[in-house]
């Protein structure tokens, strides 16, 4: 489990999170998936999905992703502004991978915008490095994105010495 302040605990996503989650989505993208996006992850038997909350239970973050084989697809990241800059987005990524390393994944995989530097510094800290840019990947801006990839075998030092 990621280590986490102690006023925050990172649980597993529950219907009744969707309605905050939507809040930090339109704020965190500037394309924002609608709700019936979220709620079909429900079924989703792939799927790992976390939200972060803090002390009096208020959903501050939430991370997305799938195991595809033995690939974790890491599909949308997010922080509430008022709780960024907090490892809250490492830490809900750090657990993510463990949970599905556990489950033998060798690589992990992400899209993100080419201008979120900040996201990009957080992805490579933790050892993912970009691979390729898919031309136009964010159709309603026409935006490029990265798609980054941590090779887990490469980079396990990283994992053991947490």
């Known amino acids: 489990m990621a280590q986490l302040a102690s006023k925050y605990t990172i649980v ?17 993208f500037k394309s924002p998936w609608p709700k019936e996006v979220f709620e079909m992850e429900f079924q989703n038997k792939r799927a790992y999905n976390i939200v972060c909350v803090d002390n009096t239970g208020r959903l501050v973050g939430y991370c997305l992703s799938w195991l595809i084989y033995d690939e974790i697809h890491i599909l ?29 994944a060798n690589h992990a995989i992400l899209e993100v915008r080419l201008d979120n530097h900040s996201a990009i510094g957080l992805y490579e800290k933790l050892g993912f490095e970009g691979i390729r840019i898919r031309k136009n990947y964010y159709k309603e801006t026409n935006e490029d994105a990265l798609v980054m990839m941590l090779d887990i075998e490469s980079k396990s030092e990283l994992w053991q010495s947490k």
């Open 76 to 104: 949308k990241v997010a922080v509430h502004d008022d709780s960024q800059n907090q490892g809250l987005g490492r830490s809900m990524i750090e657990d993510t991978l463990d949970y599905f390393i556990a489950k033998g």
């Open 12 to 28: 597993e996503l529950v219907p009744e999170d969707i309605d905050a989650i939507l809040e930090i989505e339109k704020v965190a």
